[in-house]
């Protein structure tokens, strides 16, 4: 579609050289190619990496890598608290304010973090603009489902109402969990159930991986780590180390392991659980885990998942009710090794495919006894199960993906056009 305005507005994204979750930095260009002028709006603090990139303006406008960024002054803040809260409704208060100043665009299409960043929504409708919703996590949904606040609270019916309403109110909506509609149907929202919400508008678009990328970066940047070139079993963890991760059911597994066979446990990550799950291996003697880097750059974990023997999954019970969006299970499908999750998913692509194991494991020697499945499986039915692998990680390559966001454009407009 020629000459439309894009504006993608997350909280959370950053310029692709500090970004964790590479989508936009991925699709804009395809975006680009099919004639739309994009601009990706994000806030100018990047917590991961204590930097922000404002250079002392309000709003700072610069080119990385030819896509545009807004980068918002915000405040500062540490952990997962109040204090991120308050900067995302910061943020989101002060693109309200500044709208006007940056151009008018067609459509905003925001990444929602109900109720903090409503005010994008009044943005979109102050510049007369389209707007399309993109959910990756269901806020506020995830609060009481990892123990932050109960399900009953003030707060969270108000927060509620706020997710019907600007769902109803949106053009579109984007879930790249692939149950969104499985969620809007449970909470009674959808027109069907008495609610406000149009099923015809939600699309499923999950994350994903560029493959040629992926391949490149193994190879420029290999990793000299001697235990991953060591010939044992590897199993190896990255990502968050919160409550909400439940390292330590994969550490209580690691500790049943530890005098049966040689395997090796490599995490990769940082969390508020960190240094606590350190102590319980000093603490029990659990030697066969080793504690790796708080952070790696992107391009340096293609050739760490290739080298490992089985890549983990792993959270709290209760979750991916909707399925799963998790950066890191692209990054694991490119590496072609197969992969565990603790937890059972909905429409998960692990036992829909059969690339590993996708189960409740309640106890570690279950988890445990999950590990040995995999290990102890012969080398031809292993490597036919990395070839599934390897093949699944193509539907998610973000030139699929890419054309996936851009039909969802293109048929809003159609009709809008027909109506």
Not at 306 to 334: E, H, P, R, T, W
Request: positive net charge.
């Amino acid at each position: 579609m020629p000459d439309k305005k894009i504006w993608i507005v997350n909280f959370h994204t950053a310029p692709p050289e500090y970004a964790l979750n590479q989508r936009y930095a991925k699709i804009v260009p395809q975006f680009q190619k099919a004639g739309y002028q994009v601009t990706v709006i994000s806030s100018s603090f990047l917590r991961r990496h204590s930097k922000d990139l404002s250079e002392g303006k309000s709003y700072n406008a610069r080119s990385f890598d030819g896509i545009p960024y807004l980068l918002i002054k915000t405040k500062p803040y540490k952990g997962n608290g109040l204090g991120r809260m308050f900067a995302i409704f910061l943020f989101s208060l002060r693109l309200l304010f500044i709208s006007k100043k940056y151009g008018v665009p067609d459509m905003i299409y925001h990444n929602l973090h109900v109720p903090f960043d409503v005010p994008v929504y009044f943005a979109a409708k102050r510049l007369r603009a389209n707007y399309i919703a993109e959910v990756w996590d269901l806020w506020p949904e995830f609060f009481p489902r990892t123990g932050l606040i109960r399900k009953n609270h003030l707060f969270m019916k108000i927060a509620y109402s706020f997710e019907r309403w600007i769902y109803a109110k949106s053009n579109a909506i984007v879930f790249t969990l692939e149950g969104g509609k499985d969620y809007i149907i449970e909470k009674k929202w959808d027109k069907a159930n008495g609610g406000s919400v149009d099923l015809n508008k939600i699309h499923y678009v999950n994350n994903g991986i560029d493959l040629n990328q992926f391949e490149a970066d193994k190879i420029n940047f290999p990793n000299e780590d001697l235990l991953l070139k060591d010939d044992s079993f590897k199993v190896v963890y990255v990502g968050s180390m919160h409550k909400a991760n439940d390292v330590l059911q994969l550490i209580k597994a690691a500790e049943v392991l530890k005098s049966k066979t040689v395997i090796h446990f490599i995490l990769y990550g940082d969390g508020s659980e960190r240094d606590s799950l350190i102590a319980y291996c000093h603490q029990h003697q659990i030697d066969n885990v080793t504690f790796k880097e708080k952070y790696l750059p992107f391009h340096q974990l293609p050739s760490i998942l290739c080298k490992s023997s089985l890549n983990i999954m792993n959270y709290q019970k209760d979750f991916g009710d909707y399925g799963v969006s998790a950066g890191k299970l692209f990054l694991y499908l490119a590496a072609g090794k197969p992969i565990l999750s603790n937890v059972e998913v909905n429409y998960c692509v692990i036992k829909k495919h059969n690339l590993g194991i996708s189960e409740d494991l309640n106890s570690p020697a279950a988890y445990a006894d999950a590990i040995l499945k995999i290990k102890d499986l012969n080398h031809e039915v292993y490597d036919e199960m990395c070839a599934r692998v390897k093949d699944v990680a193509k539907e998610f390559d973000y030139s699929n993906l890419s054309q996936k966001l851009i039909d969802v454009f293109v048929n809003f407009e159609n009709n809008e056009t027909h109506n």
